[in-house]
């Protein structure tokens, strides 16, 4: 599947073992399908505000025959009511008044119903139910960390980050045909720590002398090729653009050569989990910081403006790159993952990467990873967008995220959207269609005027 971001097509994310989430398919409508509208049409409401959704038949149409059954969860976790819609009349009510900050999630299945062609469902086969997803946020401004950031985070970084800048960049430049007559394309390596390398393609307008950049990271997955159409779209309205891969691989390969990468590379996640020394993230965040690095010391980069950009886990990595690189100025942030890695010891979904939570050796070391405790080192202007059915990147996590960050800042709530790769492009419009303006401001250099965030 893809998806249109800030006027070009990207590859929507790819999660190994996170392909099949339940109720969250968009799908044709049918008469099975319920109408649920929320009582506050942006799905955010005050603490003890009766929160909650006006559930009707579809005109015309009956009940099938059998309960539509309901859950409904704090924060996608603790269930707080569940039981069947009473629809005799067509009409039902689910509500909730909560006294703290915190997401809902709910979730309501039909009786199995034989469907027709044209019908919706997220499964195949036979007689099945129909499962619809909503969402909604209590106070979303007012949510916290669930755990501290550890004491020596600052520390651990500032370490780090000197063991890479005493490894030369030997940045390796190697000219391509973009495909386009006004964009100049390259592939791009550089050195890393330990002997690695960071990999990448770097796209800029013809015959423009400075220019304002953008950093694009990459979304989660097995690793996969960069496709040059995710930067020269970019390139031609008037930015510098580098994306870089987040694993240690060529950019530009034949699928077969990713095929054929070892099994432990594409279960990368579990590399090095229980060490933050040896964390797969560590090296991937490093590699962030060298790529934003490098932009900021190139000629042609105008040296005032400096964006990243990502969906998911490139979401996750530029809230981290933003903490920690001062020349970074502008932040913009699809359903970030990563926020929140502890989440499922503290009464919240936990999200991708998914760290295992029985190792308190892992549990230790997701907090140097985790973007929530990135985010009060950030002082970019940021653009934040959250799913409020999100069960990849939990929207709890990104609210705590977003709330951290102290620099200007603009949240972008999508009440009834699932991840990025599961969504429609109505239900990601508020991201879409606001980066897009970001991006046409900011590269024509006016002011960026940021729509206020009046959230309770």
Same mark, same amino acid.
């Given at each position: 599947?893809?998806?249109?971001?800030?006027?070009?097509?990207? +590859?929507?994310?790819?999660?190994?073992?996170?392909l099949f989430l339940p109720g969250i398919t968009p799908l044709r409508q049918s008469s099975t399908r319920l109408i649920v509208t929320p009582f506050s049409q942006g799905g955010i409401y005050r603490l003890n505000e009766?929160?909650?959704?006006?559930?009707?038949?579809p005109d015309g149409s009956t009940p099938a025959s059998g309960e539509y059954k309901f859950t409904l969860k704090k924060n996608n976790f603790e269930i707080i009511k569940s039981g069947t819609l009473d629809l005799a009349n067509g009409k039902a009510t689910i509500e909730a008044e909560l006294p703290e900050p915190a997401t809902l999630y709910l979730q309501i299945t039909s009786p199995p119903i034989k469907e027709t062609e044209g019908s919706s469902t997220f499964t195949t086969g036979g007689n099945r139910p129909v499962t619809q997803v909503f969402g909604a946020a209590i106070a979303p401004r007012a949510l916290k960390p669930v755990v501290g950031r550890p004491p020596d985070f600052? /520390?651990?970084?500032? =370490?780090?980050?000197?063991?890479?800048?005493?490894?030369?960049?030997?940045?390796?430049? =190697?000219?391509?045909?973009?495909?386009?007559?006004?964009?100049?394309? /390259?592939?791009i390596k550089m050195d890393h720590v330990n002997g690695g390398h960071v990999y990448?393609?770097?796209?800029?307008?013809?015959?423009? /002398?400075?220019?304002?950049?953008?950093?694009?990271? #990459?979304?989660?997955?097995?690793?996969?090729?960069l496709q040059k159409s995710w930067i020269t779209g970019y390139a031609a309205?008037?930015?510098?653009?580098?994306?870089?891969?987040?694993?240690?691989?060529? +950019?530009?390969?034949?699928?077969?050569? %990713?095929?054929?990468?070892?099994?432990?590379?594409?279960? %990368? *996640? /579990?590399?090095?989990?229980?060490?933050?020394?040896?964390? %797969?993230f560590l090296k991937m965040y490093?590699?962030?910081?060298?790529?934003?690095?490098?932009?900021?010391?190139?000629?042609?980069?105008?040296?005032?403006?400096?964006?990243?950009?990502? *969906?998911?886990?490139?979401?996750? #990595?530029?809230?981290?790159v933003a903490g920690l690189h001062p020349k970074i100025t502008h932040v913009i942030v699809n359903e970030p993952s990563g926020c929140d890695l502890n989440a499922g010891l503290h009464g919240r979904q936990q999200g991708y990467p998914n760290f295992?939570?029985?190792?308190?050796?892992?549990?230790q070391a997701a907090q140097y990873f985790d973007a929530i405790n990135f985010a009060p080192r950030i002082r970019a202007t940021s653009l934040v967008a959250m799913g409020f059915v999100d069960t990849v990147a939990p929207p709890a996590g990104i609210w705590t995220a977003f709330n951290l960050i102290r620099g200007r800042k603009e949240a972008a709530p999508m009440f009834d959207s699932p991840h990025n790769n599961?969504? *429609?492009?109505?239900? #990601?419009?508020?991201?879409?269609g606001r980066s897009a303006e970001w991006l046409d401001t900011i590269v024509k250099g006016k002011r960026l005027e940021l729509k206020p965030n009046r959230f309770p």
């Open positions: 599947m893809n998806s249109k971001i800030n006027g070009f097509v990207a +590859p929507t994310l790819l999660l190994a073992g996170l009766k929160a909650g959704w006006n559930i009707s038949l600052d /520390a651990f970084w500032k =370490t780090k980050i000197s063991e890479l800048v005493a490894v030369p960049e030997n940045a390796v430049i =190697t000219p391509g045909d973009s495909g386009r007559p006004d964009v100049d394309f /390259a592939i990448g393609q770097i796209a800029k307008p013809k015959g423009k /002398a400075k220019m304002p950049a953008i950093l694009m990271l #990459q979304w989660a997955s097995p690793p996969y090729p309205q008037g930015f510098l653009v580098l994306d870089i891969e987040p694993h240690d691989v060529l +950019p530009d390969q034949p699928q077969a050569y %990713y095929n054929a990468l070892p099994a432990t590379l594409k279960n %990368y *996640t /579990a590399i090095g989990q229980d060490d933050r020394d040896k964390s %797969y490093l590699a962030d910081y060298r790529a934003a690095d490098y932009l900021a010391h190139r000629p042609d980069w105008d040296g005032k403006t400096l964006i990243v950009l990502g *969906t998911s886990m490139g979401g996750q #990595q530029s809230l981290c295992p939570l029985n190792n308190p050796k892992t549990v599961t969504a *429609t492009p109505a239900q #990601q419009h508020p991201f879409t």
